[in-house]
């Protein structure tokens, strides 16, 4: 099982290859099971009680199978408290951190030769090197992590404390990783990173995000590069003009602003403030108008007054961004927001909520709505999840594109006339449906 981000999502995706290698077989039946692995998150409360209580359904379990191994690893067990807890429950039999995912098939040996607990959850460790295995449920789209931990130490995040430092992977490897992805038939690459335009602050020699990406580039046979997450503060004009310059990364800008106002983004310690941030809009927009700008917005800050809110709806109208994710502020244990004074109450951060959403779905609909009639370039990921009808993908600015058609499209690159739209995604008319060679960049100057 996996809780939270993509990054999760890939650390479980090798996991499974490692433990398939080591001899077990990938099963979702829980009844199956000779051993679970929990990837646990803890950036916001409601995750962690998730795990809490599907550690708590997996006791009983246990109780009727004592020789089911449980394995519980990723963010959630460098809080202190739970740590406690799961070494203390007798169901719980390895314990492993963010940085220790890759060693699982040994933890499991240890644990099966000793019948003790086995517990592996130090950061300062280094990270797992060279190319690992993974076993990806897409054909057509790989995560490759490109460094581990987070350095920033927003006051409201947890990551740092469960992921550690900043640690990048040699830029070598990920090329080395990607060409092996293209020659099984991968055609877009997802570079993962807490904060990836930080890449290679680490490392010796001159490496760093652009240079990773102007190499990237240049692998023949890759069609589109993403990447997650960028902090507006290291957004370089470098960057800037690297990406402007290529063919394969995608223009689609995943911003994180998390406030609008000065005041909460200074609290937030977030490094930049809300004129930087436009001016970084601009620039994008500038050097390549057809970018699509997406954001994280954090309501409820402790302190954070009615104006101060205002300040956030007044930025995501001057922005228009073309979709936010909102999150409701969740005190983490460990992190300095947990302790400020005036914590907003729930009621007041389910209302912020809805406020921001409201606004936000009107802007994202009218921007869609502005693309009907015109011609997109799409890459197929496959049938659609809620109708198998149709057919899925992407623009090269992240938006979702659904479409009907017969063929096997999946995989393919093809251009498609929207037809319709809604806030969250775009309707394309099935027989303007074109299969192209290659991914072309949109519209930059
Ligand atoms: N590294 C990325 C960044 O700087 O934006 C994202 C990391 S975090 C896992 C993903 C998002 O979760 C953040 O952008 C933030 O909006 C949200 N988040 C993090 N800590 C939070 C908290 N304590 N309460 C609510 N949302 C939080
Ligand atoms: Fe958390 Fe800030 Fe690091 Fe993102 S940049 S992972 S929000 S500490």
């Known amino acids: 099982m996996t809780w939270g981000c993509q990054m999760n999502d890939h650390d479980s995706e090798v996991m499974r290859a490692l433990l398939e ?12 099971a000779d051993v679970v692995v929990l990837n646990t998150c803890s950036v916001r409360k409601s995750a962690e009680q998730k795990v809490i209580g599907f550690l708590g359904a997996l006791k009983h379990l246990k109780e009727s199978r004592p020789g089911m191994i449980v394995a519980v690893g990723g963010c959630l067990v460098q809080n202190r408290e739970i740590m406690a807890q799961l070494r203390r429950s007798g169901h719980v039999n390895i ?8 060693r699982l098939p040994t933890l499991i040996e240890r644990y099966r030769m000793t019948g003790h607990q086995v517990v592996e959850t130090e950061l300062e460790e280094q990270p797992p090197s060279g190319v690992l295995p993974a076993t990806r449920d897409s054909l057509i789209k790989a995560y490759v992590t490109i460094m581990f931990g987070c350095d920033n130490f927003c006051s409201y995040c947890v990551v ?15 090329c080395q990783e990607v060409e092996g992805l293209v020659a099984k038939g991968y055609v877009e690459v997802m570079l993962l990173g807490q904060n990836v335009n930080s890449y290679g ?25 993403n990447y997650m997450t960028s902090h507006p503060r290291d957004f ?6 690297t990406i402007q310059q290529s063919r394969k990364v995608c223009e689609h800008f995943h911003l994180p602003l998390q406030s609008g106002s000065n005041s909460v983004l200074e609290r937030m310690n ?15 927009r500038s050097a390549i108008p057809a970018a699509s700008i997406t954001t994280d917005l954090i309501v409820g800050f402790p302190g954070e007054t009615e104006q101060e809110f205002q300040d956030t709806l007044d930025l995501v109208e001057q922005v228009r961004f073309d979709a936010i994710y909102i999150f409701l502020y969740s005190p983490r244990p460990g992190t300095a927001a947990a302790l400020m004074a005036g914590q907003v109450s729930g009621e007041t951060k389910k209302q912020r909520f809805s406020r921001l959403t409201d606004v936000q779905n009107r802007i994202s609909l009218e921007i869609n ?29 992240g938006k979702i594109v659904v479409f009907a058609g017969g063929d096997d499209l999946a995989g393919k690159i093809v251009d498609v006339t929207i037809d319709g739209a809604q806030t969250w ?21």
Request: without cysteine.
């Open 21 to 32: 290698q080591y001899g077990l077989v990938f099963t979702d039946d829980l009844e199956l």
């Open 95 to 102: 314990i492993f951190g963010a940085l220790s995912f890759h």
């Open 160 to 174: 740092p404390y469960a992921r550690g430092r900043e640690k990048s992977r040699p830029l070598p490897e990920i």
């Open 201 to 225: 602050k680490d490392l010796p020699g001159k490496a760093n995000f652009a240079s990773l990406l102007d190499d990237l580039d240049r692998i023949p046979g890759l069609a589109r590069i």
């Open 236 to 241: 370089s004009d470098e960057l800037i003009a």
């Open 270 to 284: 977030r490094g930049y403030n809300r004129e930087q941030y436009l001016q970084l809009v601009a620039k994008i």
């Open 369 to 397: 709505n502005a693309l009907v009639g015109q011609d997109w370039e799409v890459l197929v990921e496959g049938r659609s999840k809620n109708n198998p009808e149709t057919w899925s993908g992407r623009t090269r600015t």
């Open 425 to 445: 995604n775009l309707i394309a008319l099935p027989n303007n449906i074109q299969v192209k060679e290659e991914s072309l960049p949109l519209g930059r100057k």
